[in-house]
């Protein structure tokens, strides 16, 4: 199983170290609308779950996935 | 020698080509998706999707991207969600389809309107003549129907799409609604696949024949072990998955594709099974050339290719065992080397989903390709048996027609300029539309080469482009044979007929180049041997030129 940090840098072509709780789409070029339909696909597969709308439209920075993922009860070694 | 084929092959440049996607919904991931689709199939595309619900403007603006952007083929995705079902509103759609199909010479291929899955009505839908569903079937087989009148129109059936990948899993609801996105990513992933049998013979990569092994892919078992009674192949259990398979393989047979034995057993035992088994569907006449024996398989590709004159690039080759695929892989890039299951009763299945066939238009030639290769094998016989070449072409009594500017010829035309590597001047591709074109010009002249024997018919297997622009001097812009009527001197007989042709119309001079490519040396002599006088040779070309 990948680590969130891992999938998100993949799928918004970045680096780890770029990536802070306070990212968004504001401030990160490529989290763009295709992007965060990517994402959410990726991390449905690597964590075997489903987000609701609700979910995936409260999201406004990392920070918020991170909380969403923790409701999941995904592991916290996963989440860094 | 193994390593001296896998250089020269390895050469190959990918295709180019132009794809463009018009949509009602958001279907922009599938410029990625398509992108790299293609690229696996040695296919580079540039890919234009309009920008979101813009289908329509972009069709009826004349100056619009999409037309400025050139595509060689347009896709064209509109969800029935996303129009309101009347008679009215899918006659306007109609007509906007036919508009895009009078404003440009690209392919165009429209995903039929998905039928409703749900009613309101429940039970009563199919007694309501005007529920949605009719009228959408009832459009459906409207925009088939255009089809068939065109080459240039093709219907995808989107609801056999949705039968093949499960219409569960079309839509994901939540991207509907955040994105309106109407299919799924996973979907957008198998459209790009399909929409991949439209692209391949676009760019001419359609493969030409598929090389089968026998043991445990034909029929169960080892013949060399189990011999002709012990093999399973038949209507039981065990048996029934091979049989069904070479049922599929015929199917392919009889449209045109080319089939192959290679083999590593003794010939004896193959033959044993092709000729004798009860159940084998497959028999020797089906295969164009038999390679049943000890060498490696690659050795054996070689001989295939050299045996059929085609390329390693028109091969499929199916095996069971995964050994003999990574060996054929690695050492030949080119050909498709396809992923069997273990388990025989997926075989049918693995090859129903191959795309490499696909054909823009059937020719006669195409139908006949199977007959074609068995008379091939009588010719061979005769010219060993002969032994000297003058006296095989003389008993061969060959006879051969020219037509000038025919019409109902333009799709083999076409399809000769875009297959033909080995016996080609100048390796112009042509689509049927510049065919067409160049025959209702009077600056040009298209001329086809028929060409029959004892043994029979060969088909439209040449043809050649003249270029009339200049008074007096035609300049050969293409001259084309197939491999198949090579070496009997059917060559020579077509320029003389151009000639004698050029003579009627008093033209004084004729023109003509060698543009070499790495498949076309078989034509490098061809001019000079034909009485044309070399005029410059320069890297790019060398250009012959002829006093009549």
Known sequence: MKRLKEIFAEVMSIEEKDIS???????????????????????????????????????????????????????????? | ??????????????????????????????????????????????????????????????????????????????????????????????????????????????????????????????????SNTEIIKKFNELLEKESRRSNQLFVFDFNKFCMRTGYSKLRDPRFVYLAHMNISLESLEKLSYEYLSYIIPLVSLTKKCIVVDLDNTLWGGIVGEAGISGI??????????????????????????????????????????????????????????????????????????????????????????????????????????????????????????VQDFNIFSITKEDLDRGKTYSLEKKREELRSSVGDIKEFIKQLNIKYKIDYNKKDEAPR??????????????????????????MSLKEYLVCSLKVEDRFGDYGLTGAAIIDKKEI????????????????????????????SMARKENVKEITASYIETKKNAPAKEYLKNAGFTLVEENSEKTDYMMKI
């Not at chain 2, 035309?413 to 160049?438: G, H, M, P, V």
Request: net charge negative.
């Open chain 1, 21 to 80: 709780d306070e990212s968004s789409p504001e401030n990160t070029e490529s989290w763009d609308s295709f992007n965060s339909l990517i994402l959410i696909s990726e991390l449905e597969k690597n964590f075997s779950l489903k987000f609701t709308t609700k979910e995936v439209m409260s999201v406004k920075n990392f920070k918020d996935i991170v909380e969403i993922l923790k409701k999941y009860k995904v592991q916290d070694k996963l989440l860094s």
């Open chain 2, 1 to 130: 020698m193994i390593e001296k084929i896998q250089k020269e092959l390895n050469l190959e440049k990918r295709k180019q080509t132009k794809i463009a996607v018009l949509s009602s919904f958001t279907i922009q991931p599938i410029s990625e998706i398509l992108k790299e689709t293609c690229y696996k199939n040695n296919i580079e595309a540039e890919i234009f999707v309009a920008p979101y619900g813009q289908y329509a403007q972009q069709i009826l603006d004349s100056g619009s991207e999409l037309y400025r952007f050139g595509p060689e083929i347009i896709f064209i995705a509109v969800d029935s969600e996303d129009i309101v079902i009347t008679e009215k509103s899918l006659e306007d759609y109609a007509s906007l389809i036919m508009k895009l199909k009078e404003s440009t010479s690209s392919k165009i291929v429209v995903n039929s309107l998905l039928l409703p899955v749900y009613s309101s009505k429940g039970i009563l839908e199919n007694k309501d003549e005007h």
């Open chain 2, 232 to 353: 399973k192949l038949g209507p039981d259990k065990e048996g029934k998955p091979f049989v069904d398979f070479q049922k599929k393989l015929l199917e392919l047979f009889n449209r045109g594709v080319i089939l192959a034995v290679n083999s590593k057993n003794n010939l004896e035992d193959a033959m044993e099974v092709i000729k004798n088994h009860e159940y084998m569907v497959l028999r020797e006449d089906n295969f164009a050339c038999i390679m049943a024996n000890w060498d490696d398989k690659v050795t054996n590709m070689k001989k295939i290719a050299e045996r059929l004159n085609i390329g390693m690039d028109s091969f499929v080759f199916i095996d069971d065992s995964p050994s003999e695929r990574e060996f054929v892989r690695k050492l030949v890039p080119e050909i498709k080397v396809l992923e069997m299951p273990e388990d025989p009763a997926y075989y049918s299945d693995t090859l129903d989903k």
């Open chain 2, 413 to 438: 035309i076409a399809q000769l300029t875009q297959k033909t590597n080995q016996f080609n001047l100048t390796t112009k591709r042509y689509t049927e539309e510049d065919i067409l074109n160049f």
């Open chain 2, 472 to 499: 007096g001097r035609w300049k050969i812009d293409s001259l084309l044979l197939s491999c198949r009527v090579l070496g009997k001197e059917v060559e020579f007989s077509f320029m003389k007929e151009i000639i």
